[in-house]
């Protein structure tokens, strides 16, 4: 019973910390991904809004209908 029990806690706590994190890696900063967005795709902030976390969410598009 005592083995059972450590197996299953150590495997509850694998699959906790094993977990992906929630936030995405970031390629750069603000400044430059629009700069990428309008000098390579000619695409504009279209609209923005704040995510139910507090994120802040931007979509960006462009008159050829990329985004």
């Known amino acids: 019973?005592?083995?059972t029990l450590?197996?299953?806690g150590t495997f509850?706590?694998?699959?906790?910390?094993?977990?992906?994190?929630s936030a995405q890696m970031v390629c750069g900063t603000r400044t430059e991904i629009v700069n990428k967005l309008s000098d390579s795709y000619e695409e504009e902030q279209t609209s923005a809004g704040i995510a139910r976390n507090g994120n802040l969410v931007e979509v960006f598009?462009?008159?050829e209908g990329s985004w």
């Open 61 to 63: 598009s462009s008159r």
């Open 1 to 3: 019973m005592r083995s």
């Open 12 to 21: 509850i706590t694998v699959l906790f910390v094993s977990l992906p994190a």
């Open 6 to 8: 450590a197996v299953l």
